[in-house]
Structures are given as structure tokens and as C-alpha cells.
């Protein structure tokens, strides 16, 4: 099957700090991922669409310079949110599409919790 | 308006029952069409994937689109408890970008 990782799973910090988050595809090459954040009892939404080896593409109304995307490798994607403030606590979740897929099917990963303080 | 829309919930059902779902969208150019189920604190996962519209089924799964009307829906047969978790309905254009509705909790009372 197709699994993705994220790490970490859950994370705790003092508001001013930066923090990454990684997603990884553990079995397959991932052409594109995906960030999405979720409030509770809300739907994704998506932040940015990532892919290997060039620029992040972000959703309007999402700051680039506050959450910073890198694709470095078919297999790894990291965001990190910058001076994290309280208002950026949220569920984040990442998703990779397979490099051989014909359709439009993603896989996610289990999301990361943030949690500022 | 949002995009896609989706009936709120939450839905509680007796074992063995059927659970019906539905989303309405409201944009015409949406091809895919997709359902995932969402455990408490986990990522989406896939269960349903459909192009056009259409019934398709799998197992206890059945997803119907009607792209005339904009409307899909998820029904599950035989529902288990195991089946209790959030319903997330999904739709893409072509170039993979997702847009979800807000998910149903659904709960099945053993």
C-alpha cells in the first residue's frame, strides 16, 4: 500500500518559535504534496501544493514567509511554521500523490497536532 | 457559498442500519469525485474514488454521482461500529487539488 508519515505527531511550543514538520512517503516517489490544515470540526483546507524540486504553490490568504515548504526530495516535504503564535495551533496534514498514478488518488498522512502557547 | 457542501451531522445509527451521506457542490467543472473516512486525530483516508457521474460500489460501499444536479452520496450497508468515524467528501478538477466539505461524524451504536 501507500503510506505517508508525518513527524512529529504532536507538538508543543512557546508562541515566537518555529517549528518543522515533516512528511514523508515511505514507499513511494511522490510528484506533488499537499499541506492542509484543519480546525477541529472543520473540513482541510488547503494551505499549499508542493512539488519536487521547485517553488510551493500557495492557497490565497496563506503567508509563504509564515509557513515555509520545502521539497527537497520525492520522498520528503517539511513545513515550518515560522514565530509560531497561538492562532496557528491547528491539526496539519500532509498528502503525496504517486509519481505513477494515472488518477487523481492522494494519500495522507496522519497529521500533526501544533499546539502554541 | 462555500463549494462544496455537506449535511453536518452528527448521524447515530443502530448496527446493521444504512448510512446515507451527501455533498452538493456548486461548481460544474469538478470531474473527480472522492470519499474519505477520518478517525478521531488521523489523516483522511481514501474509500471511494469516482470520475463523472454514476454509481460505483465496493463491498458495503456504494457512491453515486449525479453531476446534473451536483449532488453525490455515500451509502454504507450492514453499518458496524467499526464504521464510526468522520465522512469527508472530496472533488478535484485536474490538477489534484482537493476541495473537502466539512465532514459527517457518524456513530454506530452496537
Known amino acids: 500500500g501507500a503510506v505517508v508519515s508525518q513527524h512529529p505527531s504532536r507538538v508543543i511550543c512557546k508562541s515566537g518559535t518555529s517549528v518543522k514538520i515533516e512528511c514523508r512517503s515511505l514507499?513511494?516517489?511522490?510528484?506533488?504534496m499537499f499541506w492542509y490544515r484543519q480546525f477541529p470540526k472543520q473540513s482541510l483546507m488547503l494551505m499549499a501544493t508542493?512539488?519536487?524540486?521547485?517553488?510551493?504553490?500557495?492557497e490565497q490568504g496563506v503567508e509563504k514567509d509564515k509557513f515555509l515548504i520545502n521539497h527537497a526530495s520525492l520522498t520528503l516535504s517539511t513545513l515550518t511554521v515560522t514565530s509560531a503564535h497561538p492562532e496557528d495551533s491547528s491539526f496539519y496534514i500532509c498528502?503525496?500523490?504517486?509519481?505513477?498514478?494515472?488518477?487523481?488518488?492522494?494519500?495522507f498522512g496522519p497529521g500533526t497536532r501544533l499546539t502554541v502557547l | 457559498q462555500k463549494e462544496v457542501e455537506q449535511d453536518p451531522g452528527p448521524l447515530s445509527v443502530p448496527e446493521g442500519a444504512i448510512v446515507s451521506l451527501n455533498c452538493t457542490y456548486s461548481?460544474?467543472?469538478?470531474?473527480?469525485f472522492m470519499w474519505y473516512r477520518q478517525y478521531s486525530r488521523k489523516g483522511p483516508e481514501l474509500l471511494m474514488y469516482?470520475?463523472?457521474?454514476g454509481n460505483k460500489e465496493d463491498g458495503r460501499f456504494t457512491a453515486q454521482v449525479d453531476k446534473s444536479s451536483k449532488y453525490i452520496s455515500l451509502f454504507i450497508r450492514d453499518s458496524q461500529p467499526s464504521d464510526s468515524a468522520t465522512y469527508l467528501c472530496?472533488?478535484?478538477?485536474?490538477?489534484?487539488?482537493?476541495?473537502f466539505g466539512a465532514g459527517t461524524t457518524v456513530t454506530v451504536r452496537a
Open positions: 508542493s512539488n519536487e524540486g521547485s517553488k510551493a504553490t500557495y
Open positions: 498528502s503525496a500523490t504517486r509519481r505513477t498514478s494515472g488518477g487523481r488518488d492522494q494519500f
Open positions: 461548481n460544474s467543472a469538478f470531474q473527480y
Open positions: 472530496a472533488m478535484s478538477f485536474n490538477d489534484y487539488k482537493l476541495s
Open positions: 469516482t470520475y463523472s457521474s
Open positions: 514507499d513511494f516517489q511522490a510528484t506533488t
